[in-house]
């Protein structure tokens, strides 16, 4: 294969996916910064401020009300519900005298002079808080969630489910660290949420205690983890950052995500699959049927979505006997088409995983 081909392939998957998948909602939630605090606030409708730090326990607890807050008020023309990062933004946040975080600052429409906030940090408070200062009448938005809620009347269907890998989170209501938590775990819910077999699970234990005893619940949140394989479950000790559960899971349940939920490079590859194809383009062409049919017996051994990648290599493999070398080449120059293109997240999955496996087709021949 020319140089110019291999760098034209590797250039293209270095690009970012995001560029592919137009697909993606803006955050509820405005992201304000020293270009562009100005533009938003003090114009044409009131806005609610968060002054906040990432590092900040108060301001992760607050996280999920806030959200849910921006959700609320995201068809509203009048209101905008906003934060500002004071670690990046040191200035505007000394601009406006926060010393502390969360700092909660309300800028009536037209003017810079803002009004502290120093009502409850409940959705509920929040959103009256608003409604009073903006003249809206909004109500509190139900925000749908991609954690699955377990009782002891579905956890063992779901959590002994033998073709599941089930992470599972035991929390109390009134527990700080669960509600710090609470909106890094709906994240790594989000990001497998396209993931049949992987299950981001939590269960309310101080209510449902038998289940929290029978599996040596003792504080909250405990994390443990239910692979296909062991369903007697094992703790998970690792980072609580979105980044560590993600590494986890992709290490444990063979997935190939990024912490945007997007699918990686090396998704629906198959190491044993791929050894088979570097024979097949090394061959000639009377030995590429008898390649092909070890490539069928081999894919015919995997199981779940194995099975399903597996039978792209196969066909791809049909495909570039029946249509030549340049095959791959031109289907992955299709998809990438594709993939600029407004499509589901389902398909850009489908897409990228048909992309990942052609590539294997076209890096190896020589």
Not at 6 to 25: E, M, N, Q, R, Y
Not at 318 to 337: F, P, T, V
Request: negative net charge.
């Amino acid at each position: 294969m020319s140089r110019s081909l291999i760098a034209w392939v590797v250039g293209t998957l270095a690009l970012p996916l995001f560029l592919f998948v137009s697909s993606a909602t803006a955050d509820d939630v405005v992201v304000l910064t020293e270009d562009n605090f100005e533009k938003h606030v003090g114009q044409d409708r009131g806005a609610l401020v968060e002054f906040y730090a990432p590092w900040c326990g108060h301001c992760k607890k607050l996280a999920p009300d806030y959200e849910k807050l921006g959700a609320s008020f995201k068809k509203a023309k009048s209101v905008l519900i906003g934060k500002v990062d004071c670690d990046e933004h040191k200035s505007l946040c000394s601009k406006y005298d926060v010393s502390g975080y969360p700092t909660i600052k309300w800028f009536p429409k037209g003017s810079l002079e803002p009004k502290k906030y120093e009502g409850a940090r409940t959705a509920e408070a929040l959103v009256e808080f608003v409604n009073s200062e903006g003249g809206t009448n909004v109500k509190i938005a139900a925000i749908p969630s991609n954690v699955v809620v377990l009782t002891p009347d579905n956890f063992d269907e779901i959590v002994l489910d033998e073709t599941k890998d089930v992470l599972v989170e035991f929390y109390a209501p009134w527990c700080g660290h669960c509600k710090n938590l609470a909106p890094t775990y709906e994240k790594v819910a989000t990001v497998f949420k396209l993931d049949e077999d992987v299950v981001i699970a939590n269960l309310e234990a101080d209510t449902h205690k038998d289940l929290a005893e029978k599996y040596s619940v003792s504080g909250f949140p405990t994390l443990k983890f239910f692979p296909k394989s062991n369903k007697a479950g094992e703790d998970y000790d690792g980072g609580r950052d979105l980044d560590d559960f993600v590494t986890f899971l992709n290490e444990k349940c063979g997935t190939r995500r990024d912490a945007k939920g997007q699918l990686t490079a090396e998704a629906g590859k198959i190491e044993a699959v791929d050894t088979l194809v570097k024979e097949f383009l090394k061959a000639g062409n009377d030995e590429k049927k008898a390649v092909y049919g070890r490539m069928e017996e081999e894919v015919n051994k995997l199981k779940g979505s194995a099975a399903r990648y597996g039978k792209i290599y196969v066909k791809a493999a049909k495909s570039c006997m029946e249509k030549g070398s340049d095959y791959a080449k031109n289907e992955i120059q299709r998809l990438e088409r594709m993939l600029m293109k407004t499509i589901s997240a389902t398909k850009a999955d489908e897409f990228t995983v048909k992309r990942n496996i052609l590539t294997s087709f076209v890096l190896d021949k020589e």
